[in-house]
């Protein structure tokens, strides 16, 4: 994810990084440009304006159809960028549930170290193996088994934060059943673990579930067939200056899209992602901290 000063306008004018869509357009504005021309030769050259007087009156189409496309194009981006929030409101739930729930156990002086060191080992865990969840849907994250022998007899082809989840819930019932932990803090502690498959399964909804395709499909058939008739009404009026117009258009109404595509699933390493590396490292220092605060 992208960090940088909303206020520094020049930059933003003036640089050009790896994820602006002007560089993902480029082909397709020269493209784009080079029909506008083409268009605009033949309407001036070769086209008999008195046999066809029709053309003229096709701008009249492109105001009203402007309308339209621009309300699908912010319906579009809205519902892009909710779903962007949407995964950011998720993690930062999970940042927050993880530091109360570590607390709670640090804080909780019946338990043995050995089981304040299974938590604290367990609590970073289930968000390190979410992030590699939502990422790559597979076992990319290579659990060492020294420091987590429980993963020694785990398939790989499992769900991997709940089987985090599964062993956290199996210490805390175990630590009940022992009487190691009154009935008061297990109820605790077993609403905040409960939170941690909420939350995977919150994500898991923006994760498998894309903007619908005809509605997606729709919106490039209409950005295509409005830019393709662009040129054909404007000649007479702009000329050979139709071409840079119409190239204007379509990286705007282009890039809207683009954008849209990008955000609307924000678990991945693109540039405009969110940064769950980064959180699911901050849950790890952060729960650390707070066992080795308590300890000492």
């Known amino acids: 994810m992208l960090i940088y000063n909303p206020k520094d306008w020049f930059t933003f004018i003036l640089k050009f990084h790896k994820s602006d869509t002007l560089r993902q357009l480029a082909p397709m504005i020269i493209t784009i440009t080079l029909y506008s021309i083409l268009v605009a030769y033949w309407e001036k050259e070769y086209l008999d304006i008195t046999n066809y007087p029709w053309i003229k009156n096709i701008p009249i189409m492109h105001s009203l159809l402007g309308f339209a496309i621009s309300i699908l194009l912010v319906f579009r981006t809205n519902t892009a960028y909710d779903r962007w929030w949407e995964g950011r409101r998720l993690w930062g739930q999970l940042i927050n549930v993880s530091r109360n729930f570590a607390i709670k156990i640090a804080a909780d002086d019946k338990l043995s170290e050995d089981s304040k060191d299974f938590f604290r080992r367990m609590i970073p865990l289930y968000a390190m193996t979410l992030r590699t969840y939502l990422i790559s849907k597979g076992l990319q994250f290579m659990l060492d088994e020294k420091d987590h022998p429980e993963f020694a007899n785990f398939n790989n082809s499992d769900h991997e934060p709940n089987h985090v989840a599964l062993m956290m819930h199996d210490r805390l019932f175990s630590l009940r059943s022992t009487h190691q932990m009154d009935e008061w803090h297990f109820q605790s502690l077993l609403k905040d673990l409960g939170q941690f498959t909420d939350i995977c399964g919150g994500c898991e909804r923006i994760k498998n579930t894309p903007i619908p395709y005809a509605y997606s499909a729709f919106i490039k058939k209409f950005i295509f067939i409005y830019i393709m008739t662009l040129p054909f009404g404007y000649v007479f009026s702009l000329g050979y200056i139709v071409a840079p117009i119409v190239a204007m258009v379509f990286y705007v109404l282009a890039s809207m899209e683009l954008i849209a595509e990008e955000i609307e699933d924000p678990f991945g390493d693109d540039?405009?992602?969110?940064?769950?590396?980064?959180?699911?490292?901050?849950?790890?220092?952060?729960?650390?901290?707070?066992?080795?605060?308590?300890?000492?």
């Not at 405009?272 to 300890?295: A, C, G, W, Y």
């Open 271 to 296: 540039s405009n992602d969110l940064p769950i590396t980064r959180m699911s490292e901050n849950i790890k220092k952060h729960v650390d901290q707070i066992f080795s605060t308590k300890r000492d």
